[in-house]
């Protein structure tokens, strides 16, 4: 039987380079954007591959579009759950100098939105299947040692923390939830300097949660499949 996976925030990026892998693996992915009317590396995906790709909409921080997108996939169930959504500010703002508005958008987007939507969407997930959330290594408290970054790291560390106490709320579920850290990757948001590029970060990715698959709650784990202190 054919695997499926559902990709938030699947557009570009490290969310189309799973979708893209996960494709050539066999899979049948559904990618969500924000606005399905403008045309992105999804909807290439899809050109490419008619029948193993489907489109969907959602805003990752949209209570309401999160209910919706749960709505119309009622009827389907997926291996995977992967949400991939994510934006970062201007790294070089300390705490004292982010304004509210910003500091708002970047943790709703990172943090909140995510975690409403893995818990809106997870009854969709099979019993054995996988639910993962994209983070960073910049979201361990533990390695902070040399600042910077330090909106972008509360994000990912908030993250962190929500998808630790859901897995810690189901300590009987069976599935397992990743959080992610994909490595510094040259994507829109990594920039050109960036060591890796996508397919070596998502292959590396999907490796390392096969690798762990069947561990119960939460694991922390970069795309080396090293586990990473919280």
Not at 132 to 149: C, P
């Amino acid at each position: 039987m054919q695997s499926s996976a559902l990709i938030i925030g699947a557009s570009r990026g490290l969310g189309w380079g799973l979708a893209r892998e996960l494709v050539r693996q066999g899979w049948r992915v559904v990618g969500t954007v924000r606005d399905p009317q403008r045309h992105s590396h999804l909807h290439e995906l899809k050109a490419e591959t008619p029948h193993a790709v489907e489109i969907e909409q959602v805003e990752i921080a949209s209570q309401a579009d999160i209910a919706s997108l749960r709505a119309r996939l009622a009827n389907q169930r997926f291996d995977l759950l992967f949400v991939a959504a994510g934006v970062t500010n201007d790294i070089r703002e300390i705490i004292s100098q982010v304004a509210t508005e910003e500091f708002v958008r970047v943790m709703v987007t990172n943090a909140l939105g995510p975690l409403r939507a893995v818990e809106a969407l997870l009854d969709l997930v099979t019993p054995a299947g996988q639910v993962a959330v994209m983070s960073s290594e910049l979201g361990s408290v533990t390695e902070n040692t040399d600042g910077g970054w330090e909106v972008y790291r509360a994000s990912k560390a908030s993250l962190n923390t929500l998808m630790r106490s859901l897995a810690a709320r189901r300590a009987n579920d069976p599935r397992t939830f990743y959080v992610i850290a994909p490595g510094w990757v040259k994507t829109d948001m990594g920039g050109a300097d960036a060591p890796l590029d996508i397919d070596t970060s998502v292959r590396g990715i999907l490796n390392a949660m096969r690798a762990r698959a069947g561990t119960r709650g939460a694991v922390f784990v970069d795309f080396r499949n090293e586990l990473l202190p919280w």
